[in-house]
């Protein structure tokens, strides 16, 4: 009776959606940004990355290091795998999308990188909708005239089940099984401060 209650307790455990909370923002002019991940208000997690030539810098609270950005890592095949199986599992509640572009000496060049951003980010988060149909998305893209700046944040809350996490990941596992990726040494780096 005790063991069938503990895997009652385990199958709910797993079917239960857990709240997550993401934030990114990226700066494309210095090709760096932030992640910060959270579960409950009791776990969280951030890190922050650079991209420098075909490389990428992660950075945690820790230690720093660097992966080689190529179609042949095979983190980086991992990630994206398992970023698309993940995607169509998560049940998307609310997104704040928001934009500051500008450039200091034309106020044409600004209004047409503003326009056209604006026109693109409506498509895309358009099509997200039609897919997630639960989601609240907030749009909010600014134009700055005074200052050089192309930034991007994103902040979302998602739901998603312990058990189609670990089935992403073995899907993803079982996708990539049989191919043949080449294994680049990941390199640390001591903290430079830089975290914050």
């Not at 909010?140 to 670990?166: G, R, T």
């Amino acid at each position: 009776m005790i063991w069938q209650f503990i895997l009652l307790i385990i199958f709910f455990l797993l079917i239960i959606p857990i709240p997550l909370k993401f934030k990114i923002s990226f700066n494309i002019l210095k090709l760096s940004g932030k992640v910060f991940f959270r579960v409950f208000k009791i776990f969280q997690f951030k890190i922050r990355v650079r991209f420098r030539g075909a490389y990428v810098y992660i950075t945690t609270k820790k230690k720093t290091k660097r992966e080689k950005l190529t179609s042949k890592n095979y983190s980086v095949v991992f990630i994206m795998e398992f970023l698309k199986q993940i995607y169509f599992r998560l049940v998307l509640t609310q997104l704040h999308f928001s934009s500051e572009v500008g450039y200091y000496n034309s106020a044409f060049t600004s209004a047409l990188a503003g326009g056209g951003i604006d026109i693109i980010s409506k498509c895309v988060f358009s099509r997200i909708l039609n897919n997630k149909k639960s989601a609240h998305i907030f749009i909010n893209n600014e134009i700055k005239y005074n200052q050089d700046c192309l930034n991007f944040n994103i902040d979302c809350q998602v739901k998603i089940s312990l058990f189609d996490i670990i089935y992403s990941i073995i899907n993803t596992l079982w996708s990539l099984k049989g191919e043949k990726y080449e294994k680049y040494s990941t390199t640390r780096i001591e903290q430079s401060g830089e975290y914050d």
